[in-house]
């Protein structure tokens, strides 16, 4: 039976959607903000470097990601794909991976880099 | 609308079963005519062999739908002029459900499905009990009414997408049958209900596309009852309930 993990795995996608819904909105006014007047690769990191709270908040970011994305495309694989259930889960862990590693890489890149 | 005698509908109507091709009969135009009078008038005059099902005539019985023009409809109650296009119609039996023959699909799976939603009432009750009160308008009440008046034409689960891709997904009738149970304050079977309606052929398939919605002919919103199944759930997850 897996009315259980369907059931936690909807409400895992719906908190983790209300912390995108917000970490969307922060971000796309941040970049609208920073790219007055133009923006270069120095001003960047000259803002993220050793900002902790930005790392904190784009690690946030990445977290969500990591929960809301695999639940939404394992569905998508075994409904469009016809992939097998447990191909379709094992595929959407490998994306789990991907964007936790890439992701958080990434934070780190601009905050430490 | 005046309608001149001589007017008539080029009407393709599916012969076969999965495999068949359209024929094409023309049928006289008439004032106010449904597109069940369309079926009848070619079953009595013109094909005395199509297959095809009916019983109220007026929207009671849930037994007429039919594909119209690729739409699923209640044929009782659809005016030909609401759908005709150039004075065309094309009437196939409703989708994702196995056609017995010509119109006819073979409801079997449909209504299995509600069985397995728990769709049953389980009362305590017995006749020397005194009625149970409900109040009209206490919110559980109101959210059975909202869904409690479902005919079981089988327009809505023809028109879902999740059932196309998923066979085994209970569909948006038999969950809208089960939501009007889980606000019902006497049902006992609760727990076993949100058991059998949760997970992926459940509650949880369901994307939120609202075809259901749309064409459902008593405006019943099942996706509204599927999103309430999906936040109880979660609920009993979480209180350890579903284990």
């Known amino acids: 039976m897996n009315a259980v993990g369907e059931a936690k795995r909807w409400y895992w996608q719906r908190i983790s959607a209300m912390v995108l819904a917000l970490c969307v909105v922060v971000h796309v006014a941040g970049m609208i903000y920073a790219v007055r007047g133009g923006l270069s690769a120095a001003e960047i990191l000259g803002r993220t470097r050793g900002n902790l709270a930005f790392a904190a908040f784009y690690t946030t970011f990445v977290l969500a990601c990591v929960v809301h994305v695999p639940i939404g495309l394992a569905k998508i694989f075994e409904e469009w794909l016809s992939m097998s259930r447990f191909l379709a889960i094992t595929t959407s862990k490998l994306f789990t991976i991907m964007i936790l590693f890439l992701g958080l890489r990434a934070v780190y890149g601009v905050y430490a880099g | ?243």
């Open chain 2, 1 to 243: 609308m005046s309608i001149a005698n001589t007017a008539t509908l080029k009407v393709s109507v599916w012969r076969g079963k999965a495999r068949g091709a359209f024929t094409t009969y023309e049928v006289p135009r008439r004032e106010s005519q449904t597109v069940l009078d369309v079926v009848t008038y070619i079953q009595r005059n013109l094909e005395p062999g199509l297959a095809y099902r009916f019983a109220c005539r007026v929207g009671m019985c849930g037994s007429c739908a039919m594909t119209v023009n690729g739409r699923a409809r209640w044929t009782c109650r659809t005016h030909v002029s609401k759908v005709a296009i150039d004075e065309r119609l094309e009437i196939a039996p409703l989708a994702n459900l196995p056609v017995i023959r010509d119109l006819a699909t073979d409801m079997r799976d449909f209504f299995d499905k509600w069985a397995r939603a728990k769709g049953q009432f389980k009362g305590s009750l017995t006749r020397y009990d005194d009625f149970a009160v409900v109040e009209p308008e206490s919110k559980q009440r109101r959210a059975a009414s909202a869904g409690i008046e479902c005919i079981g034409c089988g327009v809505c689960h023809a028109s879902c997408d999740v059932v196309a891709w998923r066979p085994d997904y209970l569909g948006p009738a038999a969950l809208n049958r089960a939501w009007t149970l889980v606000n019902d304050v006497r049902d006992k079977a609760q727990t076993e209900r949100l058991r059998a309606v949760a997970g992926d052929a459940g509650c949880h398939a369901c994307h939120t596309q609202g075809s259901c919605n749309e064409r459902c002919p008593k405006q019943i919103e099942p996706t509204a009852g599927i999103a309430g199944l999906k936040r109880l759930t979660a609920l009993a997850a979480l209180r350890g309930e579903l284990d």
